[in-house]
C-alpha cells in the first residue's frame, strides 16, 4: 500500500479495537484498503489534490478536490451522522473528506460492504447532486492525482 500522507501528522495509532469500535457504531464494515491507510496515519493532509470526474461538479468541470481523508477517529469518520443530521445528508454515508457544502464519502446506502465512493454537492442545482466516483475505495485512491491548473 503506497503512502498517501503529505505529513506526519500528530494522530492516535489505530488499533483492531479501534476500526472494530468504528464498525459497530456505524454498522458497516470498512474497506481494507481505507483501514491499511489508516494504519499507516490516520487521517489527515494526502499528497494529492483532485480525482477525476466524467462530468462538471460544482468544484470544477473535470475533478473534484480530495486535500485529506478523515481517519477513524472521533473528529474523523466517526463524525458522519453528526454531519449527516447537520446538513441534511442522506443517511448511510461514512464522510471521508468535505466541508459541509461539499463532502465525498463511502455509501452504505446500498451495501454493508466494500461501498462506492460518492461526492455529494450541497449548493450544485436545487436538489442534492450525488455523483459515483469510485466503485470502491481502493479505485478511489489508485485515481487520486494532483491537478495542475
Known amino acids: 500500500m503506497e503512502n498517501i500522507w503529505n505529513a506526519d501528522n500528530e494522530k492516535t495509532k489505530l488499533t483492531n479495537k479501534m476500526v472494530a469500535n468504528a464498525e459497530k457504531m456505524l454498522g458497516v464494515k470498512l474497506p481494507n484498503s481505507y483501514i491499511e491507510i489508516c494504519n499507516i496515519q490516520n487521517g489527515g493532509c494526502i499528497t494529492y489534490d483532485a480525482f477525476p470526474t466524467s462530468v462538471p461538479t460544482g468544484w470544477a468541470d473535470d475533478h473534484v478536490s480530495v486535500d485529506y ?22 443517511k448511510g454515508i461514512v464522510l471521508i473528506c468535505g466541508d459541509g457544502h461539499w463532502w465525498i464519502a463511502m455509501d452504505y446506502r446500498q451495501t454493508k460492504e466494500e461501498p462506492p465512493i460518492i ?22 485512491l489508485d485515481g487520486l492525482y494532483n491537478h495542475e491548473e
Request: aromatic share 18%.
Open 69 to 90: 481523508i478523515n481517519g477513524i477517529e472521533d473528529e474523523g469518520i466517526l463524525s458522519s451522522n453528526y454531519y449527516i443530521e447537520e446538513w441534511g445528508l442522506p
Open 119 to 140: 461526492y455529494v454537492d450541497l449548493e450544485w442545482g436545487e436538489d442534492i447532486f450525488i455523483l459515483e466516483l469510485a466503485p470502491d475505495f481502493k479505485t478511489f
